[in-house]
């Protein structure tokens, strides 16, 4: 059974950093893209970032651009989501995906269960 569980949530004012963590059990996924979304209150779920299997390409959403690191661990089948520069704005659920199947952005086969990262001002 796979399961992705994410850790390193949490409460922080404005321009203080969090590290995420999500570590992936069941089966390796050092093959496959993984990434980072977040869900805030009211909203749609959407793309944060995405690292492919080697590392060597990642992908941001232009609103964590230069602010947010991608970065994995195949050894310890882990992705990891550094935040920096956290705004208000940046409050939500944050998930991890495994398995991309399609499009970095949107199509993954696993899901975590979320982690809270709340900003305040």
């Known amino acids: 059974q796979v399961q992705l569980v994410e850790s390193g949530g949490g409460s922080v004012q404005t321009g203080g950093s969090l590290r995420l963590s999500c570590a992936a059990s069941?089966?390796?996924?050092?093959?496959?893209?993984m990434g980072w979304f977040r869900q805030a209150p009211g909203k749609e779920r959407e793309f944060v970032a995405a690292i492919t299997w080697g590392g060597w390409n990642t992908y941001y959403a232009d609103s964590v651009k230069g602010r947010f690191i991608i970065s994995r661990d195949n050894a310890k089948n882990t992705v990891y989501l550094q935040m920096n520069s956290l705004k208000p704005e940046d409050t939500a659920v944050y998930y991890c995906?495994?398995?991309?199947?399609?499009?970095?952005?949107?199509?993954?086969?696993?899901w975590g269960q979320g982690t809270q990262v709340t900003v305040s001002s």
């Open positions: 069941g089966r390796s996924f050092s093959t496959k893209t």
């Open positions: 995906a495994a398995d991309s199947t399609g499009k970095y952005y949107s199509d993954y086969n696993y």
